[in-house]
C-alpha cells in the first residue's frame, strides 16, 4: 500500500496560479503512475493529468491542458500539479493516486490521498 499526502490548496482568484504536491511514502515500487483527478461538489471525479514514475510523457484532461502541468521529483517520492491561469470551474476537491498503468478513469487506480480543496473565486 501507498500513503499519499496532498497539499497546497487554497483559496485564488480568477486567473491566479496554485502549486499542489503529493508526497507518497510506504510501497511506493509497486506503482508505476501517479495521477491527479478532481471532484467539484456534487459530481464526480474526474481525470486531470498522470505522469510515470520512470517516463517524461504526460497525460492532461482537455480541460486543463496548456493551462496545468504535472511534473516529479523522484529523489523525494513527489508529484506536483502547477495550476495557472485557474478559473471558477476549477473549484474542487483535488486527488492525486498511484496505478499500474495509465488511465482516465480512478477505479483503474488503487491508492489514493485525502485530497485537498482548491477554490477560486471570480
Known amino acids: 500500500q501507498v500513503q499519499l499526502v496532498e497539499s497546497g490548496g487554497g483559496l485564488v482568484q480568477a486567473g491566479g496560479s496554485l502549486r499542489l504536491s503529493c508526497a507518497a511514502s510506504?510501497?511506493?515500487?509497486?506503482?508505476?503512475?501517479m495521477g491527479w483527478f478532481r471532484q467539484p461538489p456534487g459530481k464526480e471525479r474526474d481525470f486531470v493529468a498522470a505522469i510515470p514514475w520512470t517516463s517524461d510523457t504526460t497525460y492532461y484532461a482537455d480541460s486543463v491542458k496548456g493551462r496545468f502541468s504535472i511534473s516529479r521529483d523522484n529523489a523525494k517520492n513527489t508529484v506536483y500539479l502547477q495550476m495557472n491561469s485557474l478559473k471558477p470551474e476549477d473549484t474542487a476537491i483535488y486527488y492525486c493516486?498511484?496505478?499500474?498503468?495509465?488511465?482516465?478513469?480512478?477505479?483503474?487506480?488503487?491508492?489514493w490521498g485525502q485530497g485537498t480543496q482548491v477554490t477560486v473565486s471570480s
Open positions: 510506504g510501497r511506493t515500487f509497486s506503482s508505476r503512475i
Open positions: 493516486a498511484t496505478g499500474w498503468s495509465y488511465s482516465r478513469d480512478p477505479q483503474e487506480y488503487d491508492d
